[in-house]
């Protein structure tokens, strides 16, 4: 079969170029194969180097040191008055205990 000169010279260019777009595509495949490669020994690298561990708490805010502060206050006051609260207790039953052994002595 034969082919005329011109249609022949344009093949063999096209052929040309089709051949220079697969051999960038090749080089460009080559390129993120071994970007992957790189990348992937870089994460391999740093986890060995620091192992999953716990993230570090956030700073607290600045309204939220003022909350826990007056958090702090809140307990602190319920604790002093748990505390009066036990001692009025134990004074009240000291007294009804009293009371109680005042009647049966002036009954008997």
Known sequence: MFVARPRSAALRA???EVVEE???AVKLAAERL???TR???EITRLRDKTPDS???QPRPVQGDM???RQLRLARQAMASLDQQ???L???NEAQARELRELREGSTS
């Open 39 to 41: 990348q992937a020994v």
């Open 89 to 91: 207790q134990s004074s």
């Open 66 to 68: 003022e909350l826990r």
């Open 85 to 87: 609260c036990r001692t």
């Open 54 to 56: 716990p993230l570090p």
């Open 22 to 24: 697969r051999d960038e």
């Open 34 to 36: 071994s970007t992957i």
């Open 14 to 16: 096209r052929y040309q």
